[in-house]
Nanobody, 122 residues
Framework: QLQLVESGGGLVQPGGSLRLSCAAS????????IGWFRQAPGKEREGVSC????????NYPDSVKGRFTISRDNAKNTVYLQMNSLKPEDTAVYYCAARRYFCSGSLEYNYWGQGTQVTVSS
């Protein structure tokens, strides 16, 4: 059974940091591309990062570039999203998702976690 479980969300002040975790079970994470997405109420889903399966290539949109970093720990079958210099506009539910090998748009991911809430507020 293929599962993704996010954790690490919470309340943080502007300028603070959080590390989100995406733990995979039922499949080897190192043969999949893993993307992080977020969605705020009334807003469209937005991709914030992705890491490919073999090369480990990563990409980020301009909204988070230089602040967010995605990484993979194959021994733990877990992908992380380190979020620094957080802003109120980063507030959203964050989801991880998986597809084979290569990063792509959100519609191409066929496995999704339940999400974890991130709230950035003073």
């Amino acid at each position: 059974q293929l599962q993704l479980v996010e954790s690490g969300g919470g309340l943080v002040q502007p300028g603070g940091s959080l590390r989100l975790s995406c733990a995979a079970s039922g499949f080897p994470l190192n043969t999949y591309a893993i993307g992080w997405f977020r969605q705020a109420p009334g807003k469209e889903r937005e991709g914030v990062s992705c890491i490919s399966s073999r090369s480990g290539s990563t990409n980020y949109p301009d909204s988070v570039k230089g602040r967010f970093t995605i990484s993979r720990d194959n021994a733990k079958n877990t992908v992380y999203l380190q979020m620094n210099s957080l802003k109120p506009e980063d507030t959203a539910v964050y989801y991880c998702a998986a597809r084979r090998y290569f990063c792509s748009g959100s519609l191409e991911y066929n496995y999704w976690g339940q999400g974890t809430q991130v709230t950035v507020s003073s």
